[in-house]
């Protein structure tokens, strides 16, 4: 039974660190140019740039490649050399997710790549411990990787299912990952960036446009300008025989943008 | 409080943008804004004040309990003919001659408040001599070079202790033949660099009631009419932004100069509908709160002219009031 358990620890070990690569590799941390906040409070200049630091792609790169390298060898080997390398990776992984909590309680571990982007809490530092504690019981488990696999027994199984369960319930990236599946994250339409030339192609392909085209009278609009996620655009037309205005509302969202419009008679005074 | 300015421009797009979305819903009941009037002195008594406002005299009665600001408490000396002041209304006030013009109707108005030659710098720090500091107010304002007196300085470095080039300043201070002279800081300033601000995420949802501090910038018979300098206005087309201004540390919608939006004054509970007439990049820099009534979230998300400061209830040489701010955007219904 205890060298099942053993046994358990080095697939479980080795699925965590494979996990930890791909996730590192595959999901990119968000914006990394923007500037946090702790309890509120604008992180000054020189936190900031450590911050920048520990987001650098090429230290997230050479960390996967680490943790890949080691998942790898527990599935190969079973050398002593690896497991205390395991161990003491993640007995220093559990001081940096301990002392992050502590020093920057706004920043996520970045365990999982740009998964881990939230702040870390007390799940990340006790899941920590407890692959600590995994990696010092894997130190004595007398088969490899693959070997366990080649001849899953039972308990092994169901160790590993009991396991991975509870390692499911301390990470906070899954919910991370099934938001972030569910919808793509875009700016909202208050307070995104559209250009001009934007709003113009939009208008152009409507067919509000195709509707008032011929009766607007003149290329150069009215008046241009935006409230939330319109953007307004008056054009002097003609129509029936009489002067009005025509202003069309196009939104300013990232995708299905669509396009409203309205007929309205020019006040003489308030025709600006 | 005047009503809200009605600029041509204004108007139409109101007008336009009603006939596609319908009329806006109007405010959420609250108490209504005081009036607040700004002009220049022509005369001054015990009893009576008479102003050059809006082109035409508009006179106020005088009483004991009228306050008067000129670089802290003044006197009846302070209302020299030619000085800038905001005067400030008793509510629903009654005791004296008005002559319509800003206060739009004939009527008794006594003084409550009265500041003399109130002027506020508010910007990034440029460079720092012995007495002074020159101040980049932004785009539209220009800058500025304040002088500290030596009695003001403590005040002022005890809520800007980085008085250094690169950093926020924020001082009220009172006009004086050698250019603005600081009385005493505006707000606390923030901790971090001009350039150094922490913008939300670009991915933040919008709310639709903005919390945070309300101040106010320019002067007393300044240039600008009564509105607001809001934080966000969009730069394309003829909105009125400004290219390079920081996005604030709230997510804000956008809007542009004409605007509308809905200013309550959280410690006093008034509120008004005010047009937004400038972009207001300054307050976009800073991140800062008031503590007028508790601590307002973190955030400059409005500045106010000095004429509609007051007449929220706000003190204008307190500084700020803690604030909502609702923006009037189109209400997407069923097309």
Do not use: N
């Given at each position: 039974m205890v060298t099942a358990f053993q046994n358990s620890q080095v697939l479980l070990l080795a699925a965590v660190l494979l996990a930890a690569c791909a996730a590192k590799l595959?999901?990119?941390?968000?914006?990394?140019?923007?500037p946090d906040h702790v309890h509120g409070v604008p992180?000054?200049?020189?936190?900031?740039?450590?911050t920048a630091v520990r987001r650098n792609r090429g230290m997230t790169v050479g960390l996967a490649a680490g943790e890949g390298l080691l998942g790898l060898a527990l599935?190969?080997?079973s050398h002593l050399s690896v497991r205390l390398a395991t161990t003491v990776a993640f007995a220093a992984a559990t001081w940096v997710v301990g002392e992050l909590r502590v020093r920057r309680p706004d920043a996520g571990c970045g365990c999982f790549g740009g998964l881990s982007g939230k702040k870390v809490g007390r799940r990340s530092v006790l899941r920590a411990v407890l692959f600590t504690g995994a990696a010092v019981a894997s130190l004595g488990a007398p088969l490899a990787g693959l070997d366990v696999l080649r001849d899953v027994q039972s308990q092994v199984g169901l160790v590993l299912a009991v396991e991975l369960a509870l390692f499911a319930a301390l990470s906070p990236e899954l919910a991370e990952l099934v938001e972030r599946r569910?919808?793509?994250?875009?700016?909202?339409?208050?307070?995104?960036?559209?250009?001009?030339?934007?709003?113009?192609?939009?208008?152009?392909?409507?067919?509000?446009?195709?509707?008032?085209e011929n009766a607007v009278a003149s290329a150069v609009p009215l008046d241009v300008w935006r409230e939330g996620c319109r953007r307004f655009v008056v054009f002097a037309a003609r129509v029936d025989d009489r002067d009005v205005e025509i202003v069309f509302a196009v939104s300013t969202a990232g995708q299905d943008r669509d396009v409203r419009a309205a007929v309205v008679t020019p006040e003489p005074a308030a025709a600006v | 409080m005047p009503s809200p300015l009605r600029d041509a421009r204004s108007d139409a797009r109101r007008r336009r943008r009603a006939a596609v979305f319908g009329?806006?819903?109007?405010?959420?009941?609250?108490?209504?804004?005081?009036?607040?009037?700004?002009?220049?002195?022509?005369?001054?008594?015990?009893?009576?004040?008479?102003?050059?406002?809006?082109?035409?005299?508009?006179?106020?009665?005088?009483?004991?309990?009228?306050g008067i600001w000129h670089g802290g408490r003044g006197g009846l000396a302070a209302l020299r003919p030619g000085r800038p002041v905001i005067v400030r209304?008793?509510?629903?006030?009654?005791?004296?001659?008005?002559?319509?013009?800003?206060?739009?109707?004939?009527?008794?108005?006594?003084?409550d408040r009265v500041w003399v030659d109130i002027r506020r710098v508010a910007g990034t720090i440029l460079a720092c001599g012995r007495d002074t500091v020159e101040v980049d107010m932004g785009a539209h304002r220009g800058r500025a070079r304040v002088v500290?007196?030596?009695?003001?300085?403590?005040?002022?470095?005890?809520?800007?202790?980085?008085?250094?080039?690169?950093?926020?300043?924020?001082?009220?201070?009172?006009?004086s033949p050698d250019g603005p002279r600081a009385v005493r800081p505006g707000t606390s300033q923030p901790g971090y660099r001009a350039d150094d601000l922490a913008a939300p995420e670009a991915t933040a949802p919008v709310p639709g009631v903005l919390r945070g501090t309300a101040t106010w910038f320019g002067e007393a018979g300044g240039?600008?009419?009564?509105?607001?300098?809001?934080p966000a206005v969009d730069s394309e087309g003829a909105a009125g932004g400004c290219a390079d201004a920081p996005s604030g540390c709230v997510p804000f919608p956008y809007l542009s100069v004409g605007s509308l939006i809905s200013v309550r004054n959280e410690c006093g509970g008034r509120a008004a509908a005010v047009p937004v007439v400038e972009c207001g990049c300054t307050a976009a820099r800073f991140c800062d709160r008031c503590v007028e009534c508790g601590a307002s979230p973190r955030g400059r998300i409005v500045e106010l002219t000095p004429v509609a400061f007051a007449g929220l209830g706000g003190e204008l040489d307190a500084g700020c009031f803690n604030a909502s701010v609702r923006p009037d955007l189109p209400v997407e219904g069923p097309w």
């Open positions: 595959t999901v990119r941390e968000p914006a990394a140019e923007a992180v000054p200049a020189g936190l900031a740039r450590l599935l190969v080997t569910r919808a793509p994250a875009e700016p909202p339409c208050e307070r995104r960036r559209s250009p001009l030339a934007e709003t113009y192609a939009t208008l152009h392909e409507s067919a509000e446009w195709a509707a008032y | 009329a806006p819903p109007g405010l959420p009941a609250a108490e209504p804004p005081l009036r607040a009037v700004g002009g220049i002195v022509l005369d001054a008594s015990p009893h009576l004040l008479a102003l050059a406002a809006g082109g035409t005299e508009v006179r106020f009665a005088m009483s004991g309990d009228t209304l008793k509510e629903g006030g009654a005791g004296a001659e008005g002559t319509g013009g800003p206060l739009g109707g004939r009527g008794v108005f006594v003084a500290i007196p030596p009695h003001a300085l403590q005040r002022v470095l005890v809520r800007h202790p980085r008085l250094e080039p690169g950093y926020l300043i924020d001082v009220i201070c009172v006009g240039e600008t009419p009564d509105g607001a300098a809001y």
